[in-house]
């Protein structure tokens, strides 16, 4: 009997979940068929295009944007081997022209811009106030690694003002420089405008006139041969436009 | 199935071979793939270019001074837990198998908030002018952090088989409790020892979680080979998978070399 | 080195009182569980006692009162060597530093050490595997190889946990002869369930039963006047007691055993032990009358061949009887008879 009603409840709780399947995740209007639009984006537009994203599904009812945020570099990597993004936006046009070089994306359009700044944990314990302030060799700096896109602008940045700053790690990203600052483990770090704008009160930002030399610009794309080619073309027409260009404004990030 | 006359292996049924088969292949495949991505033209110039042979320098030293701490710190844990008996003991042996389970990053935040300058025991470190982060030691740290459960494992596990009946007739000879862990215990659980201290050295090599969380990332400093191949992940993939698999042949070396040097005594 | 033992451990419902003098080997006897080896653990020093004390040599090796630690000496330090039923010989090391390891730890060079070891072996024969690996030894000569080293340390005293029980049977009598060779001046605890270690290698014996010492005494007068039980079976006696009733032992079932008692000593009513050898008894199927004898109504237990007679076990009593017998008689377990045994084979004494 036991048996019995453990088989009922099993075969009740398949069909429910198979019920569920059929749904469309952000199904509300009751449209049946779910679209899903993929796109990658470097992980400093986290909070940008989260908010990009939920304008894109609110005016296309029955569409769901799945974004995948990491480094530029793997996520050249992933579509390389072939993963199935339809929209890539970069952190540096460098990764975007891997992808240009295999045709493996259509022609990339400019649709931000980042600088550095300063990052200092809350109080500023090290009095740092100038890139000069930097070079100090007892100050506890952190970097990110020149292979990565900050780091690259980082290097310019050092270059130009003929400074030769002594960090004591050079990280794999942004993410993990400001952890360290916030972290109270150095005492100051180069990341982007819009990290220390995210970070809110974690850190304190100190504003960086040099930075003007090395400006990032980041580079967004439909990938050739992506199964929603004309959705794709179509975030990338909001990302470009006015509402979109505010979005990114209000997380710090200027104009191509 | 050939196998050497006189023997049988009674107990192996035939139908073991094919998942054990699968096993195997399932490890060996992703290093054969690894290999035939190597560009091999330029194989010698990626793995001895200046930053993979500090960071080769770098690993080896400090998985080699963590594989010292682990077992100057194991070995008194393994015959504590395997010897003793107290309230708690259970509890303990637990809690020092965490690192096993815990990801390398989020023990490397632990290690953070214990020995960085904010942390537990980091705030006194400072003052007596003793900075661990950002240090060669911070990695030896995070390397011993993850590779000592191995030790006290593999270790404890000999000791409890052994049993303690040698050492108790040693003790009835006159042998104090130093002389008869040196002369009568440590002997008879070599090959637990040694593989234990193998285990952790690879463990070592391998770490980086933990590292670059609480150690960070600089040339000849704390970027170990796992850190260099990260990182050339972002500018060249061909260096990547080139140290990778240098990674691995050393991996395999120092395995191979401790198995050569086991006695084959019948007692293990 | 004499040593005074007197410990309780009522965990395990043990509480014995003994002592040993200088030079002499006393043989402890009991049936298995009864506390002999946990008298040498308290001795070697592997257990704690939870009262008493005990001392070697007038140096005091470990004191409890309450279950409180008063003195305690560690294993190491109280020159008790322990042998135990397996060799237990260090698997890593050859047979000469096995038996230099006694001499090695207590402060000896390697080569006055090796010195040492080699005069062992040679008292026990086996100079010639010195360099040997002790996996290669065959039993007895493992056993041997331990002897030697617990001796080479040198000890106060030695401590022998049924030496013989793992060996084979053939090669038992070489080792006991070494054994009562090399125990000779040195004093000795040896716990044994055969009566030819106790009456080879022991000068005194001590029999426990249940954690509490039962007999004591010279080795001859106990197995051949046992006064318990399991003496009695050890020394292959049947054993009767009762109180002394002028002409024989009444036993608290009422039968009564007529022997001869010792000329002075036995008053009326005053406890006495009455003993007689099986092969003195004779079993009938029906109750037999005549020149006085005992008889005694019992019950066939089992059977079990000895040489070329069978002892027939019953409840209380054993009996050896001829294999001819058994089958006329028609003996099997369950088999209701009558045994018989001539006062004049019966030996009796104070209890």
Same mark, same amino acid.
């Given at each position: 009997?036991?048996?019995?009603?453990?088989?009922?409840?099993?075969?009740?709780?398949?069909?429910?979940?198979?019920?569920?399947?059929?749904?469309?995740?952000?199904?509300?209007?009751?449209?049946?068929?779910?679209?899903?639009?993929?796109?990658?984006?470097?992980?400093?537009?986290?909070?940008?295009?989260?908010?990009?994203?939920?304008?894109?599904?609110?005016?296309?009812?029955?569409?769901?944007?799945?974004?995948?945020?990491?480094?530029?570099?793997?996520?050249?990597?992933?579509?390389?081997?072939?993963?199935?993004?339809?929209?890539?936006?970069?952190?540096?046009?460098?990764?975007?022209?891997?992808?240009? %070089?295999?045709?493996?994306?259509?022609?990339?359009?400019?649709?931000?811009?980042?600088?550095?700044?300063?990052?200092?944990?809350?109080?500023?314990?090290?009095?740092?106030?100038?890139?000069?302030?930097?070079?100090?060799?007892?100050?506890?700096? &952190?970097?990110?690694?020149?292979?990565?896109?900050?780091?690259?602008?980082?290097?310019?940045?050092?270059?130009?003002?003929?400074?030769?700053?002594?960090?004591?790690?050079?990280?794999?990203?942004?993410?993990? &420089?400001?952890?360290?600052?916030?972290?109270?483990? %150095?005492?100051?770090?180069?990341?982007?405008?819009?990290? &220390?704008?995210?970070?809110?009160?974690?850190?304190?930002?100190?504003?960086?006139?040099?930075?003007?030399?090395? &400006?990032?610009?980041?580079?967004?794309?439909?990938?050739?041969?992506?199964?929603?080619?004309?959705?794709?073309?179509?975030?990338?027409?909001?990302?470009?436009?006015?509402?979109?260009?505010?979005?990114?404004?209000?997380?710090?990030?200027?104009?191509? | 199935? @050939?196998?050497?006359?006189?023997?049988?292996?009674?107990?192996?049924?035939?139908?073991?071979?094919?998942?054990?088969?699968?096993?195997?292949?399932?490890?060996?495949?992703?290093?054969?793939?690894?290999?035939?991505?190597?560009?091999?033209?330029?194989?010698? $110039?990626?793995?001895?270019?200046?930053?993979?042979?500090?960071?080769?320098?770098?690993?080896?030293?400090?998985?080699?001074?963590?594989?010292?701490?682990?077992?100057?710190?194991?070995?008194?844990?393994?015959?504590?837990?395997?010897?003793?008996?107290?309230?708690?003991?259970?509890?303990?042996?637990?809690?020092?198998?965490?690192?096993?389970?815990?990801?390398?990053?989020?023990?490397?935040?632990?290690?953070?908030?214990?020995?960085?300058?904010?942390?537990?025991?980091?705030?006194?470190?400072?003052?007596?002018?003793?900075?661990?982060?950002?240090?060669?030691?911070?990695?030896?740290?995070?390397?011993?952090?993850?590779?000592?459960?191995?030790?006290?494992?593999?270790?404890?596990?000999?000791? @409890?088989?052994?049993?303690?009946?040698?050492?108790?007739?040693?003790? $009835?000879?006159?042998?104090?409790?130093?002389?008869?862990?040196?002369?009568?215990?440590?002997?008879?659980?070599?090959?637990?020892?040694?593989?234990?201290?193998?285990? $952790?050295?690879?463990?070592?090599?391998?770490?980086?979680?933990?590292?670059?969380?609480?150690?960070?990332?600089?040339?000849?400093?704390?970027?170990?080979?796992?850190?260099?191949?990260?990182?050339?992940?972002?500018?060249?993939?061909?260096?990547?998978?080139?140290?990778?698999?240098?990674?691995?042949?050393?991996?395999?070396?120092?395995?191979?070399?401790?198995?050569?040097? @086991?006695?084959?005594?019948?007692?293990? | 080195?004499?040593?005074?033992?007197?410990?309780?451990?009522?965990?395990?419902?043990?509480?014995?009182?003994?002592? +040993?003098?200088?030079?002499?080997?006393?043989?402890?006897?009991?049936?298995?569980?009864?506390?002999?080896?946990?008298?040498?653990?308290?001795?070697?020093?592997?257990?704690?006692?939870?009262?008493?004390?005990?001392?070697?040599?007038?140096?005091?090796?470990?004191?409890?009162?309450?279950?409180?630690?008063?003195?305690?000496?560690?294993?190491?330090?109280?020159?008790?060597?322990?042998?135990?039923?397996?060799?237990?010989?260090?698997?890593?090391?050859?047979?000469?530093?096995?038996?230099?390891?006694?001499?090695?730890?207590?402060?000896?060079?390697?080569?006055?050490?090796?010195?040492?070891?080699?005069?062992?072996?040679?008292? +026990?024969?086996?100079?010639?595997?010195?360099?040997?690996?002790?996996?290669?030894?065959?039993?007895?000569?493992?056993?041997?190889?331990?002897?030697?080293?617990?001796?080479?340390?040198?000890?106060?005293?030695?401590?022998?946990?049924?030496?013989?029980?793992?060996?084979?049977?053939?090669?038992?009598?070489?080792?006991?002869?070494?054994?009562?060779?090399?125990?000779?001046?040195?004093?000795?605890?040896?716990?044994?369930?055969?009566?030819?270690?106790?009456?080879?290698?022991?000068?005194?014996?001590?029999?426990?039963?249940?954690?509490?010492?039962?007999?004591?005494?010279?080795?001859?007068?106990?197995?051949?006047?046992?006064?318990?039980?399991?003496?009695?079976?050890?020394?292959?006696?049947?054993?009767?007691?009762?109180?002394?009733?002028?002409?024989?032992?009444?036993?608290?079932?009422?039968?009564?055993?007529?022997?001869?008692?010792?000329?002075?000593?036995?008053?009326?009513?005053?406890?006495?032990?009455?003993?007689?050898?099986?092969?003195?008894?004779?079993?009938?199927?029906?109750?037999?009358?005549?020149?006085?004898?005992?008889?005694?109504?019992?019950?066939?237990?089992?059977?079990?061949? /000895?040489?070329?007679?069978?002892?027939?076990?019953?409840?209380?009593?054993?009996?050896? +009887?001829?294999?001819?017998?058994?089958?006329?008689?028609?003996?099997?377990?369950?088999? /209701?008879?009558?045994?018989?045994?001539?006062?004049?084979?019966?030996?009796?004494?104070?209890?």
């Amino acid at each position: 009997m036991r048996k019995h009603i453990a088989a009922a409840g099993v075969a009740a709780l398949a069909v429910t979940a198979l019920a569920g399947c059929g749904t469309s995740a952000s199904g509300d209007d009751g449209e049946d068929t779910g679209t899903t639009l993929t796109v990658f984006a470097a992980a400093s537009l986290k909070g940008s295009f989260e908010d990009l994203a939920e304008q894109f599904e609110a005016s296309h009812g029955g569409v769901d944007v799945r974004l995948s945020f990491a480094g530029s570099s793997d996520l050249v990597a992933q579509i390389q081997q072939g993963a199935p993004a339809d929209v890539f936006a970069s952190a540096d046009t460098a990764n975007m022209d891997k992808l240009v %070089a295999d045709d493996l994306v259509a022609a990339p359009q400019d649709f931000a811009t980042n600088t550095l700044e300063i990052a200092v944990p809350p109080g500023n314990p090290a009095g740092v106030h100038t890139l000069a302030d930097l070079a100090d060799p007892d100050l506890a700096l &952190v970097l990110c690694a020149p292979e990565v896109p900050c780091g690259a602008a980082s290097a310019k940045v050092e270059e130009a003002a003929g400074l030769d700053l002594q960090p004591v790690s050079e990280e794999q990203s942004v993410t993990d &420089v400001l952890g360290k600052v916030t972290a109270g483990e %150095a005492d100051a770090g180069l990341v982007y405008v819009t990290d &220390v704008a995210a970070a809110g009160d974690d850190v304190e930002g100190v504003e960086l006139p040099e930075s003007a030399g090395a &400006v990032n610009t980041y580079p967004i794309a439909p990938v050739a041969d992506a199964t929603q080619a004309d959705l794709a073309q179509e975030f990338v027409d909001l990302v470009l436009s006015d509402d979109g260009q505010q979005t990114l404004a209000g997380f710090g990030f200027a104009g191509p | 199935m @050939r196998v050497s006359t006189g023997e049988s292996a009674v107990g192996l049924p035939r139908w073991a071979f094919v998942p054990a088969a699968m096993g195997g292949l399932f490890v060996l495949l992703p290093l054969v793939a690894m290999a035939t991505r190597v560009d091999w033209s330029s194989y010698w $110039s990626l793995i001895t270019s200046e930053s993979a042979r500090a960071a080769l320098l770098l690993s080896l030293q400090t998985s080699a001074a963590s594989t010292v701490v682990c077992l100057v710190l194991g070995v008194p844990m393994s015959l504590v837990l395997a010897r003793c008996r107290f309230p708690g003991i259970d509890l303990l042996r637990s809690l020092v198998m965490v690192p096993l389970v815990l990801p390398p990053v989020v023990g490397g935040i632990a290690l953070l908030y214990t020995f960085g300058r904010r942390g537990l025991l980091g705030e006194t470190l400072q003052v007596a002018g003793v900075q661990i982060a950002f240090s060669t030691a911070a990695v030896v740290l995070a390397q011993t952090f993850v590779a000592l459960p191995f030790l006290v494992t593999s270790l404890e596990g000999a000791l @409890r088989t052994a049993g303690a009946r040698y050492e108790a007739v040693a003790a $009835s000879l006159g042998a104090r409790p130093t002389t008869v862990l040196r002369r009568v215990t440590l002997p008879l659980v070599w090959p637990g020892l040694l593989s234990g201290a193998v285990l $952790s050295f690879a463990r070592a090599l391998g770490e980086f979680g933990a590292t670059i969380t609480f150690a960070g990332s600089l040339q000849g400093v704390t970027r170990t080979l796992p850190l260099e191949i990260y990182l050339q992940r972002e500018t060249d993939p061909d260096a990547a998978v080139a140290l990778s698999l240098l990674l691995v042949v050393v991996a395999v070396l120092v395995i191979a070399a401790t198995r050569q040097g @086991r006695p084959g005594r019948g007692l293990l | 080195m004499t040593l005074s033992f007197a410990a309780t451990l009522p965990v395990r419902g043990f509480d014995v009182e003994l002592d +040993v003098a200088e030079g002499r080997t006393l043989a402890l006897l009991g049936p298995n569980g009864a506390g002999k080896s946990t008298t040498l653990g308290l001795v070697a020093g592997t257990l704690r006692p939870h009262d008493g004390e005990i001392a070697l040599d007038g140096r005091t090796l470990a004191r409890a009162d309450g279950g409180r630690a008063r003195a305690w000496v560690p294993p190491h330090a109280r020159q008790v060597a322990l042998l135990a039923q397996e060799p237990l010989l260090f698997p890593h090391l050859s047979v000469r530093q096995n038996v230099a390891f006694g001499p090695r730890s207590q402060g000896a060079r390697r080569r006055a050490a090796d010195a040492a070891a080699d005069r062992r072996l040679a008292d +026990v024969g086996l100079a010639h595997l010195a360099d040997r690996a002790p996996s290669s030894l065959s039993g007895g000569q493992a056993q041997r190889v331990a002897v030697a080293r617990a001796l080479a340390a040198a000890p106060r005293l030695l401590l022998l946990d049924e030496p013989m029980a793992a060996l084979d049977v053939d090669v038992t009598p070489e080792l006991r002869q070494t054994l009562q060779r090399l125990l000779a001046g040195q004093t000795a605890v040896i716990t044994t369930h055969d009566v030819l270690d106790a009456l080879l290698l022991a000068d005194e014996v001590a029999v426990i039963e249940d954690g509490r010492v039962v007999e004591r005494g010279p080795t001859a007068q106990v197995l051949s006047r046992p006064r318990s039980a399991f003496a009695a079976r050890i020394a292959g006696l049947n054993l009767l007691t009762g109180t002394w009733t002028g002409a024989g032992v009444r036993t608290a079932g009422g039968e009564v055993a007529h022997g001869h008692a010792p000329g002075d000593g036995l008053v009326d009513g005053a406890p006495a032990t009455a003993v007689f050898r099986p092969a003195a008894v004779a079993v009938y199927l029906e109750e037999q009358h005549g020149s006085p004898r005992n008889t005694f109504r019992a019950t066939v237990r089992s059977l079990e061949p /000895r040489g070329d007679l069978v002892r027939v076990r019953t409840d209380r009593l054993a009996a050896d +009887v001829t294999p001819q017998a058994v089958a006329e008689l028609a003996l099997v377990p369950g088999a /209701r008879v009558w045994l018989s045994v001539k006062a004049a084979e019966v030996d009796v004494y104070p209890a």
